[in-house]
């Protein structure tokens, strides 16, 4: 069955309802595996995949571009780029680069990006983070010179407040200039603010998509982590931690009740109550496993009745 696909903004670009996180390419999936992974994600009818410049400068010998290379690598093999829709990022601090929204470092990242994806085209560029330093009219020139170039289809924003997203938005309708046509936020059924009350109506007045990041609480969502110790020698589990207080189990339960009565998992639950929020084009989730990512696509064949979403949503209440 053919999945159905969601607009991302006004951009043209349609993606089905769930995004592959790259941040794990090079990094907890090495190469053969992350091409079996995209490989499996992609014939399964798939086609959102995300990743950055500096996926994966975190990891001790590297020095990003990383996943990157492994995607180009994955395209030049496969022969797929024309069925796929790539986002990566620019602004975050890189080596070689710098970090920051300038012209400069725009078209320099964007250049480098191209080289290492082996490809023509960036379908989605996001700009990673927000630059105070760098006025908005400058970046925005710099990304609409972009896409007037055939290099980038489309721009996005990701880790911006909803006060500096308008503020884009109104100088991009002011100026002719390429809009931000995608907001890629931290949003998940643990962490709803400050989407719920800043950013998603700003998205949903201006006709944005939405590509968030952490669907899964870093896979807190999934059940796995459930005490202390289940987060020792993970590579997220500093970062888990802090989910494991009374609301955190109290999602997890209700996570555990509803996927028992539909006959799925935690995971998908999880994902699909992120892909029935009306503002949600495409949730963001990582896998290192043909089985982990078999996992996440049921969600999007996973309908929750409103019985189920109510149990979350009360569950979830801050």
């Known amino acids: 069955m053919a999945l159905p696909l969601r607009p991302l903004g006004r951009s043209g670009l349609q993606v089905a309802p769930l995004c592959f996180g790259g941040n794990v390419f090079g990094w907890t999936a090495d190469e053969a595996t992350s091409h079996a992974l995209l490989d499996r994600f992609v014939g399964a009818g798939f086609n959102f995949i995300d990743t950055a410049n500096v996926y994966s400068t975190w990891v001790p010998g590297h020095l990003g571009g990383e996943s990157e290379s492994v995607i180009g690598r994955w395209l030049q093999r496969s022969g797929q780029r024309d069925r796929v829709v790539i986002a990566s990022k620019v602004g975050m601090q890189m080596p070689g680069l710098g970090a920051g929204l300038k012209r400069a470092t725009i078209e320099r990242g964007v250049d480098d990006s191209l080289r290492r994806l082996q490809t023509d085209r960036i379908d989605l560029y996001y700009a990673h983070v927000d630059d105070p330093g760098t006025p908005l009219d400058e970046s925005l020139a710099a990304f609409d010179g972009l896409v007037k170039a055939g290099k980038v289809r489309a721009i996005g924003a990701s880790n911006f407040s909803a006060e500096r997203l308008e503020q884009a938005l109104i100088i991009s309708a002011r100026d002719s200039l390429a809009r931000f046509e995608c907001l890629q936020p931290q949003y998940n059924l643990i ?67 509803v996927a028992q009565r539909l006959h799925s998992t935690p995971a998908a639950v999880a994902l699909a109550w992120l892909m029935a929020q009306p503002t949600v084009s495409a949730p963001i989730a990582s896998a290192t496993s043909i089985a982990q990512l078999d996992e996440l696509l049921a969600a999007a064949h996973l309908t929750l009745d409103a019985d189920a979403v109510g149990a979350l949503d009360a569950a979830s209440a801050a």
């Open 191 to 257: 962490d709803r603010e400050p989407y719920e009350s800043t950013l998603g109506p700003v998205c949903a007045r201006h006709g944005l998509g939405v590509a968030n990041y952490y669907a899964l609480a870093s896979g807190f969502l999934s059940g796995k982590y459930r005490r202390l110790e289940d987060t020792a020698g993970h590579a997220r589990g500093a970062r888990v931690k802090q989910y494991l207080d009374a609301r955190g189990l109290r999602i997890l339960d209700a996570l555990d009740a």
